[in-house]
């Protein structure tokens, strides 16, 4: 399992307890990240961090998942069992703040209203934030096709930061 981190303290439902166990914040972030170990592919949560810019403060936005793909470039990969609006505006801002970058979502639910009040799901907005996304809980086979295994080197030497 990844290094223990403790952001959050571990009280809730027993899958939160048990993510909260092994450093994750949700029990959909400790599956995938168990899809992830079963695989030939590195695990590396929360290991970057990206700059944005929320109108008159900067801000950073660290994604749940990375991985370099082939070319070289990062992908990103964001877990959401809930996606309040806080957390869509926010990624809103990053989108904005950097424009090209690979963030895409893995829902626990995509059908889910955005709120009580509105018939947008959460994959209704992902699509209008023109991101990819998913709710089978898992990260496709298609999208970690497109990454290096461990000890694989990309074909370049290109970075999203750079």
């Not at 952001?7 to 400790?30: D, Q």
């Not at 869509?88 to 009580?116: C, E, T, W, Y």
């Not at 992902?126 to 998913?134: D, F, P």
Request: net charge positive; proline share 4%.
């Amino acid at each position: 399992m990844a290094k223990q981190k403790n952001h959050w303290h571990s009280a809730g439902s027993k899958t939160r307890v048990e993510a909260y166990k092994y450093g994750y914040k949700s029990g959909l972030e400790l599956t995938v990240s168990k899809q992830i170990e079963d695989t030939e592919y590195e695990l590396k949560y929360e290991t970057e961090i990206i700059h944005y810019i929320v109108p008159e403060r900067k801000a950073k936005y660290t994604p749940d998942f990375v991985f370099t793909k082939t070319n070289g470039s990062l992908m990103f990969i964001e877990t959401k069992g809930r996606w309040t609006a806080i957390d869509r505006l926010k990624m809103k801002h990053v989108l904005a703040s950097n424009p090209g970058v690979d963030i895409r979502l893995v829902f626990q639910n995509p059908n889910q209203k955005i709120s009580k009040a509105s018939a947008t799901t959460y994959r209704l907005y992902a699509e209008k934030l023109g991101i990819k996304h998913v709710g089978a809980k898992v990260i496709p086979s298609e999208w970690m096709a497109e990454c290096i295994k461990k000890g694989e080197e990309p074909k370049q030497s290109l970075n999203f930061f750079n």
